[in-house]
C-alpha cells in the first residue's frame, strides 16, 4: 500500500507524503501499542539493533541543524529516515513467520507490476492514458517522475516476480501470474533506459539463483526467457519511443505494436507457466546424495567455477576491456546519443555528471569529516563549488552524500542499518522457505548497490519496502515469550513517545500543501491569496524559509517594502547558506531605496555561477536613484 501511495506522489520524494507516511505509520504503532495482547513481543537483537541503527541516524540528522543553520532542511531529512523507522518497527512488530515474509514478497511484486503496468500504458498508449508532459520526460517515468527510480522498481519486481513463479512452494496460481506479469516489469525497464537499473536487475536475479536456489527453476526460465525477451526486443526496436516526441501519431502507432507483444507474450507465459506446473513436482522429486548436498562440496565446486570464470576472462581479455570502459566512465561526464536516440545510452558507459557531484559532496567531507556540513546541505554547497552550470539537488550516491552532509557518523549509522537488513534477509535464505529470504536478499543488495550512484534513499516508493521487509526478517517469530513485560505505564510511554515523534512530520505535512499554493498564487501574480497561504504555511511550521521569500516578493510588488526587507531578514536566517535568500534580501533593500550590494555580494559568494545574481549585479552596480525602480524589473527565481 506504502509503495503505490507514494508511487503516485512522485515517488515520495517531496516532504508533504513522507510527512503524512509518517503521521498515518505513528497511528498505526500507537494503535498496535494500546491494543496488542503484546506489543513489543517480536523483539530480537537484530530487530532492536536495527531499529537503533535508525533512530541514531534519525537522530545526528535533527541534531545536524545545530552546525547547518538550516533547520527546515535537516527536518525534512529526519522525516524521511523516521519513516523508515517506523516502518521497521510497524512491519516487524507483528512478529515473523514465513508466511507473513511470503506475502511481504507477494505485495511488493504486485506493487511494482501495478506501478509498472501504469507506467507502461501512459508510454504505449498515450491516447488511452495521456500524461501532463511536465510529469514525463523522454524516457519513461511515469508515475514518479524519475526513470531511473522507476526502472529500479521494475528490476526489485522483477526478482521478485522471477522468484514466485520459480518457487515450488508457492502457490500455483501465483506461480502463474507472476510468469505473466514478467514481460511487463522487462518492457518498463527497458523503456526507462537507466542503465543502472538493468543492470541492478541482472545481479538481482543472479543472487536469487544463487542465495535462493529455487527448484521450480528450470520451468521459470522456459517461460521467462523467450517472453520477457520478445518483449524487451519489441520494445528495443521501436525507435519512436526512444526519441523525444514519443507521443506522435508514428510513435503511438509503434507503442500499440509494443502493448501487442507484450500483452500476447503475458499470456503465452501465463499459459505455459500452468502447462508446465507437473514438471515442478517431478523437480521437488529430485534429491540429491547426502555426499552432494555437503556445504564443503557446494562451497568447493562455487570455488571452482568462480576461477574457471577467471581463467575465460584473463583468456578473453575481460580485465583489459573493463579498464577500457572505467576509463570512458571516468573521462565522459555526459551521456550523449546521436539524433536524440536514447538507445545509444545503453551501452554509453559515461558517468553523466556523477564524479562532479561526488567529487563537491566529498569536498564538503574533507572539511567536516566527522559530522558533515549538515542534513540537506548538498544543494548549497553544490551552488557555492559547482563545476557546472546545471542545477543539482542530490549528489546521486546515497554513501557520499551522506558523507558530505552528516560524516564518518552519519555513513556508519547508514551502513549499519543497511547491512543488518541485507543480513537479516540472508538469515531467512535457508531451509523450505529460502526462495523468499533470497528474493528479499537479492533485491536488497541490488537496491543497495543501484544506491551508490543514484538518489534511491530520496524516493520511498523504491526504499520503504527495505525497511519495512527488515524490521520483518529480524523479528523474533512469532508466539515467542515476550521479553518485556506490557505493562499500562510502559504502553502510555511509549505511546506519547511515539505521538511526541509525529509533531513536527504533521506540522511539515500541514505547511507543505498552503506553501505550494501560495507558489502558484505569486506565479499567477495573485499576491492577495500568495500572502495568505505564505502566512498559513509560516504558523504551521514556523522554521521554513520559502513562505517568507513569498511574502518578501509580494511585498516588493505592492509597494511595502519594509515589510519585504523584514520578510527577507527572516528567510535568511532561517537558512543563511542559501543565496536565494540572500538575493530577495537585495532586491527588498533596492525596492526599499537602500544599498543592495552587500545582500548580492553574498548571493554570489553563495552561488558565483547563477546568472540571475550576476545580471541582476550588474544591473544595481549603480545609479542609487534607480534602485527602487530596477528592483521590479529584475529577475526572480521563483514564479
Do not use: K
Request: glycine share 10%.
Amino acid at each position: 500500500m506504502f509503495v503505490l501511495g507514494f508511487a503516485f506522489a512522485s515517488g515520495g520524494f517531496l516532504p508533504g507524503p513522507v510527512a503524512l507516511g509518517v503521521s498515518v505509520l505513528a497511528a498505526l504503532l500507537i494503535l498496535r501499542v494500546a491494543l496488542a495482547t503484546h506489543p513489543w513481543g517480536s523483539l530480537s537483537a537484530g530487530y532492536v539493533a536495527g531499529a537503533t541503527a535508525l533512530a541514531l541516524l534519525a537522530g545526528w540528522t535533527l541534531l545536524s541543524e545545530r552546525w547547518s543553520g538550516a533547520p527546515a532542511r535537516a527536518i525534512v531529512e529526519y522525516d524521511r529516515v523516521l519513516l523508515y523507522l517506523l516502518g521497521f518497527l510497524l512491519v516487524g512488530a507483528v512478529g515473523r513467520t514465513p508466511d507473513r515474509l511470503r506475502w511481504v514478497v507477494r505485495g511488493i511484486a504486485a506493487a511494482a507490476f501495478a506501478v509498472c503496468l501504469c507506467g507502461l500504458v501512459t508510454r504505449l498508449a498515450p491516447d488511452v492514458w495521456p500524461v501532463d508532459p511536465s510529469l514525463e520526460g523522454d524516457r519513461l517515468s511515469y508515475p514518479l517522475g524519475y526513470w531511473n527510480a522507476l526502472g529500479l522498481l521494475a528490476a526489485i519486481g522483477s526478482v521478485m516476480t522471477f522468484a514466485l513463479t520459480a518457487d515450488d512452494r508457492e502457490a500455483p496460481v501465483a506461480r502463474v501470474l507472476a510468469a505473466g506479469a514478467l514481460p511487463v516489469l522487462g518492457a518498463t525497464l527497458l523503456l526507462t533506459f537507466s542503465r543502472g537499473a538493468i543492470a541492478a536487475g541482472a545481479v538481482g536475479l543472479i543472487l536469487l539463483l544463487v542465495a535462493g536456489r529455487p527448484r521450480a527453476l528450470l520451468s521459470a526460465l522456459l517461460v521467462a526467457v523467450p517472453t520477457v525477451a520478445a518483449a524487451m526486443a519489441s520494445a528495443y526496436g521501436a525507435e519512436l519511443l526512444a526519441t523525444q516526441d514519443a507521443t506522435s501519431a508514428a510513435a503511438i502507432a509503434q507503442g500499440h505494436d509494443v502493448a501487442l507483444v507484450v500483452a500476447v507474450g503475458a499470456l503465452l507465459a501465463a499459459a505455459a507457466r500452468a502447462a508446465l506446473l507437473p514438471l515442478d513436482r517431478r523437480m521437488q522429486r529430485l534429491v540429491l546424495p547426502a555426499t552432494l548436498r555437503r556445504p564443503a562440496l557446494r562451497w568447493g565446486a562455487a570455488g571452482a567455477v568462480a576461477a574457471s570464470a577467471v581463467a575465460v576472462s584473463l583468456v578473453l581479455g575481460v580485465p583489459g576491456a573493463v579498464s577500457r570502459q572505467y576509463d570512458r566512465f571516468e573521462s565522459a561526464d555526459s551521456v550523449t546519443q546521436a539524433d536524440d536516440d536514447l538507445r545509444g545510452r545503453l551501452t554509453n558507459p559515461g558517468n553523466n555528471g556523477r564524479t562532479q557531484q561526488w567529487q563537491v559532496a566529498l569536498g564538503a567531507f574533507e572539511r567536516e569529516p566527522l559530522r558533515g556540513a549538515g542534513a540537506g546541505t548538498y544543494p548549497l554547497e553544490w551552488d557555492r563549488r559547482r563545476p557546472a552550470v546545471y542545477q543539482v539537488e542530490d549528489a546521486h550516491s546515497l554513501y557520499i552524500e551522506i558523507l558530505g552532509e552528516l560524516g564518518i557518523v552519519g555513513l556508519v549509522l547508514v551502513l549499519a542499518a543497511i547491512v543488518l537488513v541485507l543480513v537479516g534477509f540472508l538469515a531467512r535464505a535457508r531451509g523450505p522457505d529460502r526462495v523468499v529470504g533470497g528474493a528479499l536478499f537479492a533485491a536488497g543488495l541490488a537496491w543497495a548497490m543501484h544506491a551508490a550512484i543514484d538518489w534511491d534513499w530520496e524516493m520511498p516508493a523504491i526504499t520503504f519496502w527495505l525497511f519495512a521487509a527488515g524490521g520483518l526478517a529480524l523479528a523474533a517469530p512469532a508466539g515467542a515469550q515476550p521479553r518485556l513485560p506490557a505493562t499500562p505505564i510502559a504502553r502510555i510511554v511509549v505511546a506519547l513517545g511515539l505521538l511526541l515523534l509525529a509533531i513536527v512530520p504533521a506540522r511539515v505535512f500541514l505547511s507543505e500543501r498552503p506553501l505550494r499554493e501560495s507558489a502558484r498564487a505569486f506565479a499567477a501574480r495573485d499576491c492577495a491569496t500568495a500572502v495568505d497561504r505564505a502566512l498559513a504555511s509560516s504558523a504551521a511550521l514556523g522554521v521554513r524559509p520559502e513562505p517568507f521569500i513569498l511574502l518578501g516578493y509580494c511585498n516588493v510588488r505592492l509597494g511595502q517594502s519594509e515589510l519585504a526587507v523584514r520578510a527577507m531578514r527572516n528567510a535568511v536566517s532561517r537558512d543563511p547558506g542559501n543565496w536565494e535568500g540572500h538575493y530577495g534580501l537585495a532586491l527588498a533593500r533596492a525596492a526599499a531605496g537602500e544599498d543592495p550590494r552587500p545582500s548580492l555580494r553574498r548571493a554570489r559568494h553563495l552561488n558565483p555561477d547563477e546568472p540571475l545574481v550576476v545580471q541582476t549585479t550588474r544591473l544595481l552596480a549603480d545609479d542609487p536613484d534607480r534602485w527602487r525602480q530596477l528592483a521590479l524589473r529584475a529577475g526572480l527565481p521563483v514564479g
